[in-house]
């Protein structure tokens, strides 16, 4: 019993659709905007990715053009679901952890893959991993910083990489099969590159925030009480 009557609550007693209880349905149903649905596609394409791609002893050029056309189309839908969740106002807490985990898990599946069939050499996966890894793991490091910006060179980076992953997985020969050589070492030495900017970043960013915090706390400790 609160002492007050239901009419001053709205009339009727019911929650206000504006209340608590609208604003988590509201927030149930963003989940399922296009821009979430694009993911969750791009992460179920993962397994039929891997089982096209290993089909027939992974070697068979008719499954690997289908297991390239899985791949491209999870490349495509990353390209869209980022875009139409910035300009919709479509980003939700879903999306933030789903989306790298979908772009990271479709990528790595092609690279153990390609590697486990002996089509790319094993550092190559291990550089392009551990690159990927050490970021997120780097990402929680300074997260309380700040969010560093994604880069030029990052976006070309996943360019590249996209690239000639998909040409590694169609069975080429002759010149093709020469330029995806060239593209993987731009997108190796892209992966570096990009690592080492993102890794410099992050150091400046939390020199900066940890230097912001001992301000924060020397300006506490003189003000007067």
């Known amino acids: 019993m609160t002492g007050a009557p239901a009419s001053a609550a709205g009339g009727t007693g019911r929650p206000a659709p504006g209340g608590k209880l609208g604003a988590a349905a509201v927030n149930q149903a963003s989940l399922w905007n296009i821009a979430n649905i694009l993911t969750m596609v791009r992460l179920l394409l993962v397994p039929g990715f891997v089982v096209l791609l290993l089909m027939d002893g992974g070697h068979d050029p008719v499954w690997r053009a289908w297991a390239w056309a899985a791949f491209a189309v999870a490349m495509i839908t990353d390209i ?12 939700t807490d879903f999306g933030k ?18 590697s486990a ?4 050499p094993w550092w190559v996966t291990g550089v392009i991993l551990f690159r990927e890894l050490g970021i ?3 990402r929680f490091w300074v997260i309380r910083h700040g969010v560093i910006p994604a880069s030029r060179g990052g976006k070309l980076k996943t360019l590249a990489q996209g690239t000639a ?18 593209v993987m070492a731009v997108a190796v030495v892209l992966t570096v590159a990009t690592g080492l900017d993102y890794v410099r970043q992050a150091v400046v960013l939390r020199r900066r925030g940890l230097a912001a915090e001992r301000s924060a706390a020397r300006e506490r400790a003189e003000s007067p009480r």
Do not use: E, Q, S
Request: charged share 15%; net charge negative.
């Open 136 to 138: 997120t793991l780097m």
């Open 165 to 182: 992953v998909g040409m590694y997985v169609l069975v080429l020969t002759g010149p093709l099969a020469t330029l995806r050589w060239w």
């Open 97 to 114: 952890i789903a989306d790298p985990i979908a772009d990271k898990a479709i990528m790595a599946a092609g690279l153990i893959c390609l």
């Open 117 to 120: 069939l002996g089509d790319l």
């Open 80 to 91: 869209f679901d980022g875009h139409l969740a910035r300009t919709y106002n479509l980003v």
